[in-house]
Nanobody, 129 residues
Framework: QVHVVESGGGLVQPGGSLILDCAAS????????MAWYRQAPGKERELVAR?????????????DYADSVKGRFTISSDNAKNTVSLQMNSLKPEDTAVYYC?????????????????WGQGTQVTVSS
């Protein structure tokens, strides 16, 4: 079983900043990637940012962002601690949504290694004056 827990949401004025944190714990072989998604009322869940762990010193971990948040949001992670954070700056009302942490882990099932995805419970971010 894998547990994914987010924290850090809240109410902020337009132009303000927030940091979201996510921690994964439980039984798994390794984490392949950690990501932040969001879902606004009446809209589909969308990818905000993600970081892919290469698992080797030969290749750097990679990150990518939704166009709507590029230059404003920064994702950072600590593979050793199984945590990921999302620094959100210059927040806009359209950033208002429930933000979810998503983790893809590799688990051992018998003699096989299989991918499994897990979601956190979500944290509300409201940008309003």
């Amino acid at each position: 079983q894998v547990h994914v827990v987010e924290s850090g949401g809240g109410l902020v004025q337009p132009g303000g900043s927030l940091i979201l944190d996510c921690a994964a714990s439980g039984s798994f072989k390794r984490i392949s990637f950690m990501a932040w998604y969001r879902q606004a009322p009446g809209k589909e869940r969308e990818l905000v940012a993600r970081t892919i762990f290469r698992g080797t010193t030969d290749y750097a971990d990679t990150t990518d962002y939704a166009d709507s948040v590029k230059g404003r949001f920064t994702i950072s992670s600590d593979n050793a601690k199984n945590t990921v954070s999302l620094q959100m700056n210059s927040l806009k009302p359209e950033d208002t949504a429930v933000y979810y942490c998503n983790v893809l882990v590799m688990t051992t099932v018998g003699v096989t290694t299989l991918p499994r995805t897990y979601w956190g419970q979500g944290t509300q971010v409201t940008v309003s004056s």
